[in-house]
Structure formats: structure tokens, C-alpha cells
């Protein structure tokens, strides 16, 4: 195994740029990896061994001939599904668009190619970003590379899984209600939602429209700042983006200091339904930034309680909306039905055909949150109460800085556990949504391992809107004391996987 | 409690386009109506004049400029369309008019 | 299709108030599509102005056409609207394979111009208030092909074909009030509400406003109610009205149509219904139903749109001349009689008679063509005139042939025939055909000198006096030249000859 591979991706980043390893040379250790280990992790939906190589090897060209290139040339990325790719298939998990390849690249897909990044793959990810576990996705589930029965969490399991157990030193993820943070949390690594429309959704296969955000994934937070800084800015393509910079993320992750900063502890999220590990971890990082100056500060979020209720409606009826455009007419899957074949039937065949189960169960109660007589019960509600979270973080950020929760109430489930029962998977989400529904940035960082199964926890920061780069200063100042008091990353304590 | 019935769930399945069988939709009602009653306690939540957010940051007025950009060519646009005839895409006939 | 019963129309009026509510689309003439910067183009080859937002890609965004706004705050002004100080974008949600999305990108309850009215003339010269309810902005959808069966018709199809070139394109829907007392011109008032709004918009050079090119569509609803009775009756919308001759004979169909019906104690169906040019009747379309629930909500991937008032008051600044305030200033400017000018609205030639003259004929002459030999040619033809194939231009030309004396008015009529059928302008018509009046007077003579030698006795009475006797040889001589003869000529020669 080559040692490449367990790197950081910042400090691959300064291995290419000083010449002392090639792009080759590093995208070859991480193919070589999957070949490895992914037919046990299965993180990956789609490899593009070739194409990565020549991106690879057309930056050591450039580089040898003395051309001005992006600091991340030649690193290679891991793509979520889910973004689109003209050179190679897009499913979102899903069999409707099944060896789909798209006509357009993503806006973050054209920002890593024009910076020289090669694309590794795709990764696999919960039908449509749709779970918390990538248990659905239709191409079989992820493995968490910290213990194979387990889940690597969702809907981004795929990336989390690919960046923990070293088949890609970065990966993009998407996060509608933590589909970054928790699989961060539960495979050890770093997983950062932007502030909303601080990264382009053109070319995000639609989960969400409102909640929605791409965003980075990798083992050490100022590799997540190199990402941002790159992908981050406004695109005309997307008019929710936002017009303004936010400034280098890079900069605030080496800042790191935390003197004097208010940690807001966020009272309804650190009590009942969360396991005696994630809590105790939590408060000894919380006891950590206070020993290096922070002060703690407990907050009430009490709207928090109606998150989750809110969340499943808005999701649902965005989606079945979003989705209503896989119709077998322009791309993607087509099913011919039973009997006369009218278009409305090849239309419902192919969606019933192509949907898998949670995606239908989504639809249709988005279908009915929007429907006439219900709109304002479930959707109009369900809007209000955004407005109601967001007051209540406005009111915690005038105490606090920065707020702060454990990522997840528990540790990786297994996997099978929860899937027949919808409601308590939804309930993995209880402390990511409220950022998705009130569009401010969070952070997950490893934050130890849970006494009870010696799995990975995470640790949970949120900023106000625009001030992602708190994130990275609060996130790296706490992963460096992580560190100096494990003496090592945390995600140097995973098992090594069985190598084929 | 909730409102959701077979036929209300067959109704909801046909404005999605979604066929659906019997079975499924008395398996989708019952794991439905566990969804509905906990979600629809949002209502609760709302009493009083709270108004609606269905953008997380606000933000008005984002224009694209009126001038033409590149489009795809015919064969582009039809690449992924399971079925194509005269640069058109093909579909069944439509059989619900006139 | 069933044959209706229709009451007899004086009848129908003499038992119910007739109601009409008019929904005219607009297309724009924007260069690009409402959301996306492909061409906003008529007749091209099929799916070559299209992209991954306007044939709805997974992952792609609409981005808002900033003139498409200016346009529709424009058309929403010359209406006496007011401009909605926030507009905002809503879902449309249905299957039609038109609709690349499935659901259509419209305005729903914020509307960007409402609570207008326009000053509409009838052809008896009386003049009726319509209120206006909104003006809203939204997409077209793209174009379908019915193969196969019945030809172009959907019901038989085999199957259907897709261009979505239209797709996108920007629609202002301009909806009214209902409109009440119009009586037994109710169909004229529809006629005349739509001629007026395709004024503006042509006016306000938003909309290159053909209706046969669908340019301007209008929706027709029309419901029937006793002469004193308070609740509205149920309504028919009729769609597919695409001419202005159409409109009128589409509103008097519906309320024979219906009369029939409440008369004999039956019910209306609320439904839509289709408009037959053909056959001159109206066909049951869908009836309306639960499948009518839109579930319209607000456009999460676009944001409201706040016009300024600094831009409102710069558009109003622009707005060209009312049109009642242009027809009173053309009047005065061609010297038009009330009862002239009148019939040249209501033939819907204003456009055609201002392009004529401007091309350099004389305001009469332009007016006699048109409303004329123009008219008559078209209604034979069932079409308005300004659908015939000739240009204003080129009628302007036929007019200097005739004034310059050139051709005669038979000639001229027998050019035209020839311009319709495509041979060329008139002018190159008359050069192809030599149909020139013969000005070679040697020509002239030698026929006049036959016909003297027939009817010696002429010149003895013409210097007689009795002059009107060379009337008898005219006539024989414009016989012998097969009428391309100038007679004032002639009868110069011959009263030349008599007094030699
Ligand atoms: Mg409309
Ligand atoms: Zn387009």
C-alpha cells in the first residue's frame, strides 16, 4: 500500500507543487486502493481509471513545462453521484437514469476539471440523496470502512466511506439535511454544508431546491478549505447563489484560534435520544475549547422540537416536484406498460419501474403536503416553522458565536437496522436539519471514539449565514488539540481493511 | 387520525405518475399515515402570524442578461432520449384530449 | 365529433346575459428564453435552440431574462396595472410531455402587474371598460406532433414527437375580469379586446404579436346567466382561438352552443374546449377535475423579483402612445372619414394601412386596397387580409403603378392576383408578364382607326359637338386591346383625329 494514500490532501497538495510526487503517481496509489478495498466498501458506483490518469498526467506535463497552475492540480477528487458528468454516468442511485451520461457538467465538476483535479469516480449515495444510510441506494449499499456490517452513513455514504478508507484524499458530498455531516460523523471524517448558495447547485440532480447545498468531504478541515475556496463564489447558473465572496476559508483554517470566542451549546440537542459515548465526547471537546479560552454558553432552540416534522414535509414536496421530469421522455429509463401503451401509462410504468420504495413514499407525501385543502396545513406550516428556526438561531447567535452539538445522536447503526422503519431513520437527522432549513454553514469533525462501541463520533458546529469561515477556524483549532492529545488523526485508529 | 386513505393515497399516486398496485397502496397508506400524524404537528407549532420562508437567505432581483448563449446541438439533445424520430423526441400517443 | 344544437342568437340574447373572461398570451420577443440563453427563435430546426434548462436536464436551473421583467412590467403598465412591488415565481405542477419539467415556471399568487383596464371600441363605434386581473409572467411550452391516424390530430395518433425549441419562451398572461353587459356584441368585444392588446404590445415592440404564428393566443371563457340572476353559470373555456375572426365566431358558437342547452333545463360542463376553424364549432376538451390540482408553490430555485421605482417610472416614461390616442392622431394624419376610419380598425388593417403608407402610398389609395380588393380576396379566402401573401410594401407599389398610370385598375387587380399566387412584386410582375397599359400611341391609333372604319359616322358627330359619341369607339378600341389600353388616352387621340 502506498503511503500516498493516507495522506492529507493539503499535504499532497504540497508534495505535487514541489515536484516530489507526480499526479500520476497519486492518482495511481488511489485507483490501486479501490481495486483493493472497494469490492468490500463499494463506494464507488462508477470508475474512471483512464480519464483520471490522463488529467493526472497532462498537469506533470504542464507542471515540467513550467505552467502557472491551481494549487489543488493534480489532486484527484471523488465525485458524488449525484453531480452531473459528461464523461461519465450519473445515476443519483437511482435505476431511472441508469447509465445516463449528461449532456452538461456541473458547476463544481467544471471548476475541479478547469483546476486539473482528476475525477476518481462516482460515489455512491441514498436514491436521489434520499436516506441517511445509502441503504437506498438501488446499486446496493456503502460499507462503513470502520466496520463492514455498518453503515457509512447517508445520503453520502459513498464519499465518506471513499475519504475513510483512503480510496480518495477529497470528495464532494451533497447535504439536504445532513447528508454530509452524518456520514462524517459516523466514518471519522470532515464533512462541511456552506452556508446556502455559497456553492453552486447547477448540475446537483435536485433533491431539495431550498435545502440543497455541495460541499466538501475529507479527513482534515483545511483540506475542506482548499475545496471551498475553490468551488465557492457566485454562478450565474444558479440565482440562488450568492453574489458576495466569503472570503478565503484556507486563511480562517490557519487562523485557528479560538480566545475569547462564545460556544453556544445548544440545549435541545444534547440531551435525550443521544447515546452516553457522543455525549461524553462532546462535553470533553466542549471542556477542551474552554481550556484554550472559549467561553461556553448554553442556548435554547426550542422550534428545534417541530425541525424534523418540518423537514419531511418541505423535502417531499420540493422532490416530488424536482422529480416529476424523470418521465422517460428525454433521458434516462423507459418502461412499457401493461396494455395500451399511452404515454401517461408509459409514464407512471417507468416511475413506478425506475422509483425505488423510499423514493415513492417521498413523492407522494410531497404530493399530498402540496395538494389542494392541504397545502396550508402540511407545506404552509412546515414554512412557518422555517421562519420559527430561524428566529431561534438569530436569538442563539446573539449569545454565541459559533453553536455546537454532537453530529448525530448515535454512533454507525447497522446495517438493515432501521430500514423498515422510516420515522427513526429520519431521527438520525434531528440535530443537521435545522442548518438545511434555516440555510446556515455546519461542520462535522471527528471528535473520538464512543466507550460503548469504539465507533466514531462527531462533533457538530454551525455558524450564522455567511460565516463558513468560523467553521474552519473553531473546526481546525479543535482537530489540532484532537490531535496533540490522541497523538495522531483519529482516523489513524480505524482498522486497516482486508486488502485483496 | 390522519386523513390518508387507499383511494386518497391512489389519487396522490396518479397526480405523481406513479402506478401502483393494490398492495402498495395499502402498504404505502399505512406507512404513510404513521409519516402524516407526525409530521402534520407542524400545525401546532404555527398558531399566529408567522410568515412563510421558502428561501432560506433572502435575496431579489438576480437577472441573466438577454443575450444568446451556446445551445445544444439536435444530436446533443437527443443523446440520452430512449427514443427519437425526425430531430423530435418520440414518445406514445397522448390519448387524454379532444 | 357530435353535432350541437344551437339556439338561434338573437334568441340566446333575448333569454341570458352573456359573460366572457378573455386569458391572452403573449409571447415575447426577447432574444433569448424566460430562464435559459438559448435563442428565442420561430421556425428552426427542431430541439437546436435547446439546452439542459429548457429540456430540463437533472441538476439544471432556470436563470431569469431581465428583459423578459422589463417587458412584462411594460405590457403590465400600458394596461393600467400596478406593478407588484415583490413578484414572485411559482411551480405549475402537471404531466404533459410538452413540458420538459412537467411542471410549468409561473407566477401564481404574486403576480407582477394586476388591476388594470383597457378601453375597448366595438365596430358599432361603442366603446366598453374591461378590467384586467393580473398580467403574470411564465414560459411557453414546447411543440407537439401528433403521426400517424387521423393526421395531426391526437386522437388516433400512433404516437407523438417532441420539439422543444418553443419551451421556454417567454408568455405574459394577461387575464381579465369577467366581463358583463356586452350583450349581443360580446363576440365583437372579444374580437376587438384582443386586437387592442396586440396593438400594445406590437406598440410597446415587446411582441412581434402573429397570431398565426401563435404569437398571441387567446383563451375564451364564456358563461351564460338569466337576465337578472345574480350567480354566474357555469363557464366553458374555449382554447385554440388563434385569429381574430376565430375569437368572434368561438364566443357566438359557445353562447348558441350553451344557450341550447340551460333553455332545455341541461347543465353546462365546466369544461375546456376546443375551437374547430373548419367546421366552425367547438369540441368537448377535458372536463375539469381533481387532476386540475396544480400544487403551485413558490420557486425555490429562483428568487422575487422587487422592481424599483426608479425603473417602473423609467419604463412608464417609455411607453408609446395609447392606442386610442394613435388612432385619433392616424385619422387626423390620412384624413379619414369616422365611418372609414372605422372599418379599417374593424377589419384589423391599422397596421397594414400605416405600413403601406409609409412605404409611399397615398393614405386613400393604401386604404381602398386593403379594405378593398384586399378584403374582399381574403374573406373568399376566410383569412384576415393582413394574412394574405403580399407585403405592405408591395401593395404600396401596386398603388404607385396605378397612380403613375402605369397600369389601370384592372391591370392592377390581375398583377395582384399574380403577386398572390408568388410570382414576384408587382413591379416585376408587370415587367414579366407585359402587362403594361399600351402608351404607344401608333398602337393606339391603329386600332382606332379600325374602329372608325367601322363606325365612320363618329367623328362627323363628335365635331358636331356630341362628343360622348366617341364613347362607342373607346369601347371598341379597349375591346381590340384586351383592355390594356389607357382610355383617357384613347380618347385624346380621338378627339385629336375629329378636329384634324
Ligand atoms: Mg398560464
Ligand atoms: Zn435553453
Request: net charge negative.
Amino acid at each position: 500500500m502506498s503511503e500516498l494514500i493516507r495522506k492529507n490532501a493539503s499535504e499532497l497538495v504540497d508534495l505535487l507543487s514541489s515536484g516530489e510526487v507526480s499526479s500520476v503517481e497519486v492518482t495511481q496509489a488511489h485507483i490501486d486502493r479501490t481495486a483493493a478495498v472497494d469490492s468490500a466498501v463499494h463506494s464507488y458506483l462508477h470508475v474512471s481509471p483512464e480519464s483520471a490518469l490522463a488529467t493526472a498526467a497532462e498537469i506533470d506535463r504542464k507542471r515540467a513545462a513550467g505552467e502557472k497552475l491551481h494549487p489543488l492540480a493534480g489532486l484527484p477528487i471523488a465525485v458524488k453521484d449525484n453531480l452531473t458528468t459528461t464523461d461519465a454516468p450519473t445515476t443519483a442511485g437511482s435505476k431511472i437514469l441508469e447509465g445516463w451520461i449528461p449532456q452538461y457538467d456541473a458547476t463544481v465538476v467544471r471548476k475541479i476539471r478547469e483546476a486539473g483535479m482528476p475525477i476518481l469516480g462516482k460515489t455512491n449515495l441514498d436514491e436521489f440523496a434520499m436516506g441517511s444510510s445509502t441503504e437506498f441506494s438501488a446499486y446496493g449499499p456503502s460499507k462503513n470502512p470502520w466496520d463492514l456490517t455498518r453503515i457509512p452513513g447517508g445520503s453520502g455514504g459513498g464519499s465518506s466511506s471513499a475519504v475513510a478508507s483512503f480510496q480518495a484524499p477529497i470528495a464532494f458530498g451533497s447535504d439536504t439535511g445532513g447528508s454530509i455531516r452524518f456520514p462524517a460523523a459516523v466514518t471519522g471524517t470532515v464533512g462541511i454544508k456552506p452556508t446556502y448558495g455559497a456553492v453552486s447547485r447547477y448540475g446537483l440532480i435536485a433533491l431539495a431546491s431550498s435545502l440543497d447545498q455541495v460541499g466538501p468531504v475529507s479527513r482534515n478541515v483545511l483540506d475542506a478549505a482548499l475545496l471551498q475556496d475553490l468551488i465557492g463564489g457566485h454562478d450565474p447558473h444558479d440565482s440562488t447563489s450568492l453574489p458576495e465572496s466569503l472570503g478565503s476559508m484556507v486563511e480562517a483554517a490557519k487562523r485557528q484560534d479560538v480566545k475569547g470566542l462564545r460556544v453556544g451549546v445548544i440545549k435541545e440537542l444534547n440531551g435525550e435520544g443521544f447515546q452516553a459515548g457522543v455525549k461524553a465526547r462532546f462535553n470533553e471537546s466542549l471542556r477542551l475549547l474552554e481550556a484554550a479560552g472559549a467561553e461556553i454558553v448554553e442556548v435554547s432552540c426550542p422550534s428545534f422540537e417541530y425541525a424534523i416534522a418540518a423537514y419531511y414535509l418541505i423535502l417531499p414536496a420540493e422532490a416530488s416536484s424536482n422529480l416529476a421530469k424523470f418521465d422517460s421522455v428525454r433521458f434516462g429509463l423507459r418502461k412499457a406498460p401493461d396494455g395500451n401503451p399511452t404515454i401517461e401509462r408509459v409514464m407512471a410504468a417507468t416511475r413506478e419501474a425506475g422509483f425505488g420504495p423510499e423514493v415513492k413514499r417521498r413523492i407522494i407525501l410531497g404530493t399530498y403536503a402540496l395538494s389542494s385543502g392541504y397545502y396550508d396545513a402540511y407545506y404552509g406550516s412546515a414554512q412557518k416553522v422555517r421562519t420559527l428556526i430561524q428566529r431561534d438561531f438569530a436569538a442563539a447567535f446573539a449569545k454565541a458565536d459559533v453553536l455546537a452539538s454532537p453530529t448525530a445522536p448515535t454512533t454507525a447503526f447497522k446495517l438493515g437496522e432501521k430500514l423498515e422503519d422510516p420515522l427513526a431513520m429520519y431521527l438520525n437527522d434531528i440535530a443537521t436539519i435545522p442548518a438545511n432549513l434555516a440555510g446556515i454553514p455546519g461542520i462535522s469533525i471527528p471528535n473520538g471514539l464512543a466507550d460503548e462501541d469504539g465507533l466514531p463520533v462527531g462533533i457538530q458546529l454551525l455558524a450564522p449565514a455567511r460565516e463558513d469561515s468560523r467553521l474552519y477556524q473553531v473546526g481546525a483549532a479543535l482537530e489540532t488539540m484532537h490531535e496533540e492529545q490522541w497523538g495522531k488523526r483519529m482516523i489513524d485508529f480505524a482498522p486497516e481493511l482486508e486488502v485483496r | 387520525m390522519s386523513e390518508l386513505t387507499p383511494d386518497l393515497v391512489r389519487h396522490l399516486a396518479g397526480l405523481a405518475r406513479i402506478l401502483v398496485t393494490d398492495e402498495e397502496v395499502n402498504r404505502l397508506t399505512e406507512q404513510l399515515s404513521l409519516i402524516v400524524d407526525s409530521v402534520a404537528t407542524v400545525n401546532a407549532a404555527v398558531a399566529g402570524d408567522v410568515p412563510a420562508t421558502s428561501h432560506p437567505i433572502p435575496m431579489a432581483n438576480v437577472f441573466r442578461e438577454d443575450v444568446v448563449e451556446p445551445s445544444l446541438t439536435q444530436a446533443e439533445a437527443l443523446s440520452g432520449a430512449p427514443e427519437s424520430a425526425e430531430g423530435r423526441f418520440k414518445v406514445a400517443a397522448i390519448l387524454d384530449e379532444e | 365529433m357530435a353535432k350541437d344544437e344551437l339556439m338561434n342568437y338573437e334568441k340566446a340574447l333575448e333569454q341570458f346575459e352573456v359573460v366572457i373572461g378573455l386569458e391572452v398570451h403573449v409571447e415575447l420577443n426577447t432574444k433569448t428564453k424566460m430562464f435559459c440563453g438559448c435563442r428565442n427563435e420561430f421556425g428552426d430546426e427542431p430541439n437546436t435552440n435547446v439546452c439542459p434548462i429548457c429540456i430540463a436536464l437533472p441538476g439544471s436551473l432556470p436563470a431569469v431574462n431581465r428583459r423578459a421583467v422589463e417587458s412584462s412590467i411594460s405590457i403590465g403598465l400600458a394596461l393600467g396595472c400596478e406593478i407588484a412591488p415583490t413578484g414572485r415565481f411559482a411551480r405549475k405542477n402537471y404531466f404533459y410531455p410538452d413540458l420538459a419539467k412537467n411542471f410549468q415556471t409561473s407566477q401564481y399568487d404574486e403576480p407582477i402587474a394586476y388591476e388594470g383596464q383597457l378601453e375597448v371600441e366595438v365596430p358599432s363605434g361603442k366603446t366598453f371598460t374591461v378590467l384586467i386581473e393580473r398580467a403574470h409572467m411564465e414560459e411557453d411550452a414546447g411543440k407537439l406532433t401528433h403521426v400517424g391516424g387521423n393526421t395531426g390530430r391526437i386522437q388516433g395518433a400512433e404516437y407523438s414527437l417532441v420539439d422543444y425549441n418553443r419551451a421556454g419562451v417567454p408568455l405574459v398572461e394577461i387575464v381579465t375580469k369577467p366581463v358583463y353587459g356586452a350583450g349581443a356584441e360580446a363576440p365583437e368585444l372579444a374580437a376587438a379586446y384582443v386586437r387592442s392588446i396586440r396593438e400594445i404590445v406590437k406598440a410597446l415592440g415587446v411582441s412581434d404579436a402573429r397570431m398565426e404564428r401563435g404569437n398571441v393566443r387567446c383563451d375564451a371563457n364564456v358563461s351564460l346567466r338569466l337576465h337578472g340572476a345574480e350567480k354566474l353559470g357555469t363557464r366553458t373555456e374555449t382554447k385554440n382561438v388563434n385569429s381574430l375572426r376565430s375569437i368572434e365566431r368561438a364566443v357566438r358558437y359557445e353562447i348558441q352552443r350553451q344557450a341550447a342547452i340551460l333553455a332545455k333545463g341541461g347543465t353546462i360542463t365546466q369544461e375546456t374546449r376546443h375551437w374547430h376553424e373548419d367546421k366552425g364549432a367547438t369540441s368537448s376538451g377535458r372536463p375539469k377535475s381533481d387532476a386540475d390540482d396544480y400544487r403551485y408553490f413558490p420557486e425555490p430555485d429562483l428568487v422575487p423579483v422587487q422592481p424599483s421605482k426608479e425603473l417602473i417610472e423609467s419604463l412608464r416614461a417609455a411607453l408609446p402612445e395609447q392606442p386610442s390616442v394613435r388612432r385619433k392622431r392616424l385619422q387626423g394624419e390620412w384624413g379619414f372619414s369616422d365611418l372609414e376610419f372605422r372599418d379599417v380598425v374593424n377589419a384589423d388593417l391599422l397596421d397594414q394601412i400605416v405600413e403601406t403608407v409609409a412605404a409611399g402610398a397615398k393614405p386613400q389609395s393604401a386604404r381602398k386596397w386593403w379594405t378593398g380588393e384586399l378584403a374582399r380576396i381574403a374573406n373568399a379566402e376566410e383569412k384576415d387580409a393582413a394574412e394574405l401573401a403580399i407585403t405592405p410594401a408591395e401593395v404600396a407599389e401596386l398603388a404607385t403603378l396605378v397612380e403613375s398610370g402605369k397600369i389601370n385598375d384592372r391591370l392592377a387587380r390581375e398583377v395582384l392576383g399574380y403577386v398572390l399566387a408568388g410570382e414576384g412584386s408587382p413591379s416585376s410582375v408587370v415587367a414579366a408578364r407585359g402587362l403594361e397599359v399600351v402608351s404607344d400611341d401608333s398602337a393606339l391609333l391603329a386600332a382606332i382607326d379600325e374602329a372608325l372604319a367601322k363606325q365612320p359616322d363618329v367623328l362627323e358627330k363628335i365635331r358636331e359637338g356630341k362628343v360622348q359619341a366617341a364613347g362607342a369607339v373607346i369601347g371598341a378600341v379597349m375591346q381590340a386591346m384586351k383592355g390594356s389600353a389607357d382610355a383617357g388616352r384613347v380618347r385624346e387621340l380621338i378627339l385629336e383625329r375629329a378636329a384634324q
